[in-house]
């Protein structure tokens, strides 16, 4: 006589012994996954492609595969790529953009440590009133907020200047570090501090030698969600940066637009290409720290 469990098992396995937890799921879930590669990857292969090709090429075969479509005098002799980097100044805006985006993730980093270590460890009237105000930013959108950063950034005399960008784009990065950092440090066991403070060291002390050093996995993975939100602002960059020797990547392969490289639309996105690179070396160093930030915050438990 079969039991209810011998009537789910046959329920759940076909004729072919097929299961649907032990081959059908899994192989729909590495199906969904190869389709969301491809997506994402979709962009940065049509900006690579069309690097390696002319003009003609990228409108007739925009999808073509470069060795194969591609027009072997025109990459033999000044491609795109050289061309990007001899006439343009990219070595300059990518410096730019560097200091821009590193001064940016130190400083939402700095300061979201200190503000969501209060927020999830310290009791004080109002914490969790002032925890939803820190974090409101984050729900605005970036138009929304660029006219008032703009007059604040010109009354503080901080137009066309690294130290205006780097304050504006804290503006959109901090919330998110707020919100992120709380959730691990909540989740870190309070015997970690008490027994600190039975060995002698102050609330601070406790902090800076126990909480930080176990912290580094959350630590990087708020410093390059905050690189890379920074490396890529365009509207904020434009906004602040108006002056085309004092701007970020971004803007300035846009001021592009209107001059020789338009008419040669290859050397945009050899240009394109050529900035991911920085923000894609980045993420590959530091991506172990960004997983283990992201899924860990209950890593460390008593």
Known sequence: MSTDTDRRFEFETDQSGWSWETHYKPVLK???LAVLMVWMLLPVYYTFANSLKTPEMIFTQPLGIPFVTFDPVAFSGRNAWRTMWDAFPFVEYTLATFIVSVGTAGLATVAAVFAA??????DYPFKNSLFVLSVAGFMFPIVLLAIPIFVLMQELGLLNTYVG???AFTAFTLPYNIWLLRGFFEELPDNLEESARVD???QIGAFFRVILPLSRPALASVFLLAFLL????YLMAFIIGQDPLHTTLAPALLELKGTFFVRNFH??????FLSMIVPITMYMYLQKYLVE???SGGGVKG
């Open 117 to 122: 270590y209060s927020f999830a460890r310290l």
């Open 267 to 272: 050397y945009i996105m050899a240009g394109t």
């Open 165 to 167: 960008m780097i304050l």
């Open 293 to 295: 930030g992201l899924s």
């Open 30 to 32: 590495y199906i969904s």
């Open 230 to 233: 920074a490396w890529h602002n």
């Open 200 to 202: 002698g060291c102050t």
